[in-house]
T-cell receptor, first 115, second 115 residues
Framework: ETGVTQTPRHLVMGMTNKKSLKCEQH?????MYWYKQSAKKPLELMFV???????ENNSVPSRFSPECPNSSHLFLHLHTLQPEDSALYLC??????????????FGQGTRLTVV | AQSVSQHNHHVILSEAASLELGCNYS??????LFWYVQYPGQHLQLLLK??????LVKGIKGFEAEFIKSKFSFNLRKPSVQWSDTAEYFC?????????????FGTGTQLKVEL
């Protein structure tokens, strides 16, 4: 048990579908992240939320839309994806306090396949 | 932009052999450094971290890493590996500490330990 729970674990969607990935952290952290892990590429940071405010968007296409309704929950809304968006999407959380970070804790990921 | 290089993509060792995995990063300022491990079918777990102080850090399961600032390196070591160390190992850098864990990852090293 990692303290960061992602659902669903696996998702297959068509290019015209709309779906959402969910992440919940039980660690009392105040920052949450979405990362993308594609085959043979390093994990890439997509979005950062700190105190429920989006503080970073690493040039991610608008077909990915994050939402952070509170400090424990993070969503990634998906629409009109492309096959190259197939990847493992990882959620993470950490604590930022007085300018210092703790390490990030990761969920098990959602394996997304776009057909 | 910062980058992280892991020079060994696949490593095969026999049990009791010594391990050293290389990691170099490109950022010249203050950094936080991490090694994460991903066992088959499991989530990313923190192995060890460097924030400041003693450049030789010890982590879980007998792993250690040494931060050499002049070489921009953070190599991972273990004197005697076990079959259970078979996993993928990721080096990561936070080049903007204090503002959240915005990690840049290396491509990972797949370690296989044979009996």
């Amino acid at each position: 048990e990692t303290g960061v729970t992602q659902t669903p674990r696996h998702l297959v969607m068509g290019m015209t579908n709309k779906k959402s990935l969910k992440c919940e952290q039980h660690l009392g952290h105040n920052a949450m992240y979405w990362y993308k892990q594609s085959a043979k590429k390093p994990l890439e940071l997509m979005f950062v939320y700190s105190l429920e405010e989006r503080v970073e968007n690493n040039s991610v296409p608008s077909r990915f839309s994050p939402e952070c309704p509170n400090s424990s929950h993070l969503f990634l809304h998906l629409h009109t994806l492309q096959p190259e968006d197939s990847a493992l999407y990882l959620c993470a959380s950490s604590q930022v306090k007085f300018g210092r970070d703790t390490e990030a804790f990761f969920g098990q990921g959602t394996r997304l396949t776009v057909v | 932009a910062q980058s992280v290089s892991q020079h060994n993509h696949h490593v095969i060792l026999s049990e009791a052999a010594s391990l050293e995995l290389g990691c170099n990063y490109s950022y010249g300022g203050t950094v936080n450094l991490f090694w994460y491990v991903q066992y088959p079918g499991q989530h990313l777990q923190l192995l060890l971290k460097y924030f400041s102080g003693d450049p030789l850090v010890k982590g879980i399961k007998g792993f250690e890493a040494e931060f050499i600032k002049s070489k921009f390196s953070f190599n991972l070591r273990k004197p005697s590996v076990q079959w259970s160390d078979t996993a993928e190992y990721f080096c990561a850098v936070n080049a903007r500490p204090g503002g959240g864990n915005k990690l840049t990852f290396g491509t990972g090293t797949q370690l296989k330990v044979e009996l």
